[in-house]
């Protein structure tokens, strides 16, 4: 599913003009990027938790040269699946 037919989903089970789901799709993917950004964890319960995770810089080798390489120090976002979720995927 890309998110065109998220936003299609959406509007069916809700009773939602396309424009609107729209609107609240991408409200919803903002909001979660704005807080993981500032560092805060988004929490979905039965669903499952946003959050982000620091990595440290590294030493790593360029896989066609096999020179090392310096990978810096970066945030990523993680997504843990709640027990909901997994429940109604198994």
Do not use: C, H, W, Y
């Not at 964890?41 to 669903?47: Q, S």
Request: charged share 25%.
């Amino acid at each position: 599913m890309n998110k065109q037919e998220l936003i299609s989903a959406v509007a069916e089970s809700a009773g939602l003009t396309r424009s609107d789901a729209g609107k609240a799709v991408e409200s919803v993917f903002d909001s979660i990027s704005g807080a993981l950004k500032k560092g805060d964890e988004v929490r979905l319960v039965g669903f499952g938790t946003f959050s982000v995770s620091k990595r440290k810089a590294s030493t790593g080798r360029n896989p066609r040269t096999g020179e090392p390489m310096s990978i810096s120090a970066s945030t990523q976002p993680k997504f843990k699946a709640g027990k909901g979720l997994k429940d109604a995927v198994n």
